[in-house]
């Protein structure tokens, strides 16, 4: 990457101004300049309660609305998409958008809500967890199992060759 691009590209990111170097994972810990805006903006002119037959609140519900298809569209949702049938394309057939305040928080709602699902209808209790992933994303799912969850840790091994980094997931360990 040349040095004027990479300028560009931090300029885009306020916090990467302050002198400190982060090391922390991809989470969205820094986020673009453009990003604040839409956030401050939002705040400011139309931050409000969904459902309410006022101008902000129905502002609100339109700018969320929008940041969903964004998004969706982003992840190239019902873009079509060569050799796949109508109503397969990518982002399609598995359900929509959903925005959280971060990744932890999405996760710790779908463990809840699968564990809900399950005592309405009992079976599939068994939840495989790759040891090598983020803390966040596997202690939502140790959280349910005293609610008859049988968590079952997927360790990792190292790659034959390559970088460390590359942990892939033992099929060994699934058989037990």
Same mark, same amino acid.
């Given at each position: 990457?040349?040095?004027?691009? @990479?300028?560009? @590209?931090?300029?885009?990111?306020?916090?990467? =101004?302050?002198?400190?170097?982060?090391? =922390?994972?991809?989470?969205?810990?820094?986020?673009?300049?453009?990003?604040?805006?839409?956030?401050?903006? !939002?705040?400011?002119?139309? $931050?409000?309660?969904?459902?309410?037959? $006022?101008?902000?609140?129905?502002?609100?519900?339109?700018?969320?609305? /929008?940041?969903?298809?964004?998004?969706? /569209? $982003?992840?190239?949702?019902?873009?079509?998409?060569?050799?796949?049938?109508?109503?397969?394309?990518?982002?399609?057939?598995?359900?929509?958008?959903?925005?959280?305040?971060?990744?932890?928080?999405?996760? !710790?709602?779908?463990?809840? /809500? $699968?564990? =809900?699902?399950?005592?309405?209808?009992?079976?599939?209790?068994?939840?495989?967890?790759?040891? @090598?992933? !983020?803390? @966040?994303?596997?202690?939502?799912?140790?959280?349910?199992?005293?609610?008859?969850?049988?968590?079952?840790?997927? !360790?990792?091994?190292?790659? /034959?060759?390559?970088?460390?980094?590359?942990?892939?997931?033992?099929?060994?360990?699934?058989?037990?």
């Amino acid at each position: 990457m040349n040095a004027d691009l @990479a300028s560009l @590209a931090r300029s885009q990111f306020p916090a990467l =101004d302050r002198g400190t170097i982060f090391l =922390d994972n991809a989470g969205g810990s820094q986020i673009p300049i453009q990003a604040i805006d839409a956030v401050q903006r !939002h705040f400011l002119e139309c $931050y409000s309660q969904f459902g309410g037959e $006022y101008p902000q609140s129905m502002r609100a519900a339109q700018t969320v609305k /929008a940041a969903h298809r964004v998004v969706k /569209a $982003y992840l190239n949702g019902g873009t079509p998409t060569p050799n796949r049938p109508a109503g397969f394309e990518l982002g399609q057939g598995s359900g929509d958008v959903i925005l959280g305040s971060s990744s932890t928080a999405l996760i !710790h709602l779908i463990a809840g /809500a $699968y564990a =809900d699902a399950h005592q309405k209808q009992p079976g599939r209790n068994r939840i495989i967890i790759r040891t @090598a992933a !983020h803390e @966040a994303n596997v202690w939502p799912w140790g959280k349910i199992e005293p609610r008859g969850f049988e968590i079952v840790p997927w !360790h990792c091994e190292p790659p /034959a060759s390559g970088p460390r980094s590359a942990l892939r997931p033992n099929i060994a360990t699934l058989k037990s």
